[in-house]
């Protein structure tokens, strides 16, 4: 997913984000303003009335990452692989920076220099594969406080690249998002499975981000009736629990974490 830096003037109006996002991304070959969704911090931001605007730009700050979403209007899971490659790559130097004290490494217990995450100290190598494990959670394993990145990483660019990650990370949890196998963005407005991406024009199903069969695949809601993964994971037909056999459970379940679907 390319990143594009912008800057807007500290009393800016809707006006002048078009102007930006214009500026920006050009049309052609880009589609135009009204044929995206604004998503900062999770929250839409309504770009055809102002007033509903003016309600949350103030989410708009220095630093902050703007995700601009096709909207699918005619009928993959995000692909998060680049921006945890850029953490992995610069998590040593950025362990690098931090500040040091001797002491015994809670997870191999030698008397090194460490890290102090909390409750607990850390050798550069236990603290990054401990991180890396947590999937780039800062959180004490003692006290299970969670820990603002800022409080402990230096670089601002590497804390705001763990920040689009967290970020990032939640939007496929949403039905209506998903991203093109281009890297596109985008966000579906009638739930229909037959879709095009405005970026790389590719006609695939939405839902299980497959190139579009006609004659094969149903254009309907939700799934386009050819093994289609949306599908798969939210039916299921109920069987009897091998403890109980009175009771009845599903057959299979989907891992709320990876999405990962395994049957009973």
């Known amino acids: 997913m390319k990143k594009t830096v912008g800057q807007l003037q500290q009393n800016f109006k809707l006006s002048d984000l078009k102007v930006l996002f214009e500026r920006l991304f050009p049309s052609p070959p880009n589609g135009k303003l009204e044929d995206y969704r604004f998503i900062v911090n999770g929250i839409d931001l309504n770009i ?15 630093g902050s990452t703007l995700y601009p979403l096709q909207r699918c209007v005619g009928g993959s899971d995000v692909d998060m692989v680049t921006l945890k490659n850029i953490v992995r790559n610069e ?25 102090a995450l909390c409750c607990y100290k850390y050798c550069a190598g236990c603290f990054i594969r401990s991180f890396e494990a947590s999937k780039f959670k800062l959180e004490c394993l003692g006290c299970k406080k969670a820990i603002n990145y800022m409080e402990f990483f230096k670089s601002p660019d590497f804390i705001q690249t763990l920040d689009c990650l967290d970020q990032i990370s939640t939007l496929p949890k949403h039905i209506d998002y998903q991203v093109c196998s281009c890297g596109s963005p985008m966000v579906n407005e009638t739930m229909y499975a037959k879709q095009q991406c405005m970026q790389c024009k590719r006609i695939f199903c939405f839902f ?53 679907d395994g049957g009973y």
């Not at 055809?48 to 220095?62: G, P, Y």
Request: hydrophobic fraction near 30%.
């Open 48 to 62: 055809q009335n102002e007033s509903e605007f003016n309600k949350n730009k103030h989410l708009i700050i220095n």
């Open 208 to 260: 299980c981000n497959n190139e579009w069969l006609d004659g094969q695949m149903k254009n309907e809601k939700y799934t386009c009736r050819k093994d289609c993964s949306y599908e798969i994971m939210t039916t299921q037909d109920s069987v009897p629990l091998a403890a109980n056999p009175s009771l009845q459970v599903p057959n299979k379940r989907v891992c709320p974490n990876c999405f990962k």
């Open 91 to 115: 998590l040593p130097s950025e362990v690098g920076k931090i500040l040091k004290v001797m002491a015994q490494c809670a997870a191999h217990g030698e008397t090194t220099l460490c890290v």
